[in-house]
């Protein structure tokens, strides 16, 4: 089936631009995840949802970082004012976690290929 | 020090190497560990999924999970030039993020 799919795939900002990145999450999945990944680095966790619900926005790196997931399904993250130091690789993530029934392999996350942000 | 540590690398090997991964943690309640791999300009893509302890093998892919040392590894056998990409780490506990290492890269040469 379809897998997670991001967009854009790549965005050029100038400083101080807001931008909107979007996630379509595999369908069923209950667990929606954004990641950021520097350069040479792991991805780092930014914020997670679970059905429309943001449970934990804790890795959000400041208040011009903002994701909303309305209906439960899509998820768009929005950063307001750009900065260089925004610039990076964002990837969503999704899995059953939260799901009734699900199996054991519930925590397991599948990644969509990542939207490359470069501020200006 | 990182909650997840991982050799960044870069790791060379000849076709037909055995490859040897590793990560060490600090977090003893990390429960779910998986391998990732991913090519460049690509999404993480899921290789391995283990929950506690053991083994497990999955055709030239084994990844090893030793909670008392809290160390884990993957092994990769009869290496492929196709094999070569960056392979991160990653675990957590139920219900919460994933944390990842930094990623070893890996070049396999034919």
């Known amino acids: 089936g379809a897998g997670v799919s991001q967009s854009p795939r790549y965005k050029v900002a100038k400083r101080g631009q807001d931008v909107a990145l979007r996630c379509d999450p595999i369908?069923?999945?209950?667990?929606l995840f954004w990641y950021q990944q520097a350069l040479g680095q792991g991805p780092e966790f930014l914020t997670y949802?679970?059905?429309?619900?943001?449970?934990?926005k804790s890795g959000l790196p400041s208040d011009r970082f903002f994701a909303e997931r309305p209906e439960g399904s899509v998820s768009t993250l929005k950063i307001q004012r750009t900065q260089q130091e925004d610039s990076a690789v964002y990837l969503c993530?999704?899995?059953?976690?939260?799901?009734?029934?699900?199996?054991?392999?519930?925590?397991?996350?599948?990644f969509g290929p990542g939207t490359r942000l470069l501020v200006l | 020090q990182k909650e997840v540590e991982q050799d960044p690398g870069p790791l060379s090997v000849p076709e037909g190497a055995i490859v040897s991964l590793n990560c060490t943690y600090s977090?003893?309640?990390?429960?779910?560990f998986m391998w990732y791999r991913q090519y460049s300009r690509k999404g993480p893509e899921l290789l391995m999924y283990?929950?506690?302890?053991g083994n497990k093998e999955d055709g030239r892919f084994t990844a090893q999970v030793d909670k008392s040392s809290k160390y884990i590894s993957l092994f990769i056998r009869d290496s492929q030039p196709s094999d070569s990409a960056t392979y991160l780490c990653?675990?957590?506990?139920?219900?919460?993020?994933?944390?990842f290492g930094k990623g070893t890269t890996l070049s396999v040469s034919s």
């Open positions: 993530a999704s899995s059953l976690r939260g799901s009734k029934g699900a199996t054991p392999g519930k925590e397991t996350q599948y």
């Open positions: 369908s069923g999945h209950v667990s």
């Open positions: 949802f679970q059905n429309e619900a943001q449970l934990d």
């Open positions: 977090n003893s309640a990390f429960q779910y």
């Open positions: 283990t929950y506690s302890s």
């Open positions: 990653a675990m957590n506990q139920a219900g919460t993020a994933l944390i």
